[in-house]
């Protein structure tokens, strides 16, 4: 059964961080590892189902972060005067869900990690 207040913060924190601590230096594979980490701890239940509420986590944290990054980027193109913004915006779109893939499988990794705790 998934624990849905445990992915929501998870979720929550993997936002924050994204968003927060990416001017600061904190990237997206340490805002994965913590939120997953956060998911996985509140759930309990061992190491499955800490990798799976820290997978759900840290897999929409990543989409919704790539979906802000494509506009950001698409509006930031656009303003700058460029006929590239759509191109470019889709562009990132396309490395932001590769990227939220990945934050997903290390989110998984340290739900999995504070499951065991």
Known sequence: MTNWRAVGIGFLVHIVLGI????????PLVAGIISGFVAGYIAGGGIGNGAWHGFLAGSIGGIVLAIVLGIAITIGAGLAGGPLGGLLGGGALLVGLVVAIVSGLESAI?????GLL
């Open 20 to 27: 927060v601590g990416a001017p600061i230096g904190i990237g």
């Open 110 to 114: 340290g739900g999995a990690i504070a």
